[in-house]
T-cell receptor, first 111, second 116 residues
Framework: QKEVEQDPGPLSVPEGAIVSLNCTYSNSAFQYFMWYRQYSRKGPELLMY????GNKEDGRFTAQVDKSSKYISLFIRDSQPSDSATYLCAMKDGTASKLTFGTGTRLQVTL | GAVVSQHPSRVICKSGTSVKIECRSL??????MFWYRQFPKQSLMLMATSNEGSKATYEQGVEKDKFLINHASLTLSTLTVTSAHPEDSSFYICSAATGFPNQPQHFGDGTRLSIL
């Protein structure tokens, strides 16, 4: 079993839809949780960075962490074609500098 | 803020050539830098972690003599692929972090390396 599980998709939604992206993890030591967006042939771009359970909102993006269920989510409201990319979840424990990544979910937002 | 610049973005060269890739943190001091390799439609694979002024720590299976890493300053790390062969063709991405455990990694835009 992988430490971090993420559905690779592809996930196709119409413009304006609410998108829900999820990751589950098995290591209870993970404390810091990140979502990155990666466009084709580009490096990952940090979208959200959270610590501890709860919600964090930034514009159209909301990150949610449920440590008791070992489950994190990224919600995208009013999705746009420019949101079409691969979304990677990543996490680390309190002392390690290395990240553990999910496999990434490919999202396609159609007109 | 938190901009990481990676150069070059694309390299095409002959087999046997050594290739150097630079990774710079432009607006923060990066105590720790990371080098990743990414195959098409796959997630990032960590190759090595480097701390400024120290030898890099390589992941299992990564040849340190093949992939030379230098992190001589708080804003610059370099990866040199020595005597590159076609199987080294890949997308190489660096990231940088301040070293504080509660700070995220910020990534460069990657280097697409093609060995003919």
């Amino acid at each position: 079993q992988k430490e971090v599980e993420q559905d690779p998709g592809p996930l196709s939604v119409p413009e304006g839809a609410i998108v829900s992206l999820n990751c589950t993890y098995s290591n209870s030591a993970f404390q810091y949780f990140m979502w990155y967006r990666q466009y084709s042939r580009k490096g990952p771009e940090l979208l959200m960075y959270t610590y501890s359970s709860g919600n964090k909102e930034d514009g159209r993006f909301t990150a949610q962490v449920d440590k008791s269920s070992k489950y994190i989510s990224l919600f995208i409201r009013d999705s746009q074609p420019s949101d079409s990319a691969t979304y990677l979840c990543a996490m680390k424990d309190g002392t390690a500098s290395k990240l553990t990544f999910g496999t990434g979910t490919r999202l396609q937002v159609t007109l | 803020g938190a901009v990481v610049s990676q150069h070059p973005s694309r390299v095409i060269c002959k087999s046997g050539t050594s290739v150097k890739i630079e990774c710079r943190s432009l607006d923060f001091q990066a105590t720790t830098m990371f080098w990743y390799r990414q195959f098409p439609k796959q997630s990032l694979m960590l190759m090595a972690t480097s701390n400024e002024g120290s030898k890099a720590t390589y992941e299992q299976g990564v040849e340190k003599d093949k992939f030379l890493i230098n992190h001589a300053s708080l804003t610059l790390s370099t990866l040199t692929v020595t005597s590159a062969h076609p199987e080294d063709s890949s997308f190489y991405i660096c990231s940088a972090a301040t070293g504080f455990p509660n700070q995220p990694q910020h990534f460069g835009d990657g280097t697409r390396l093609s060995i003919l």
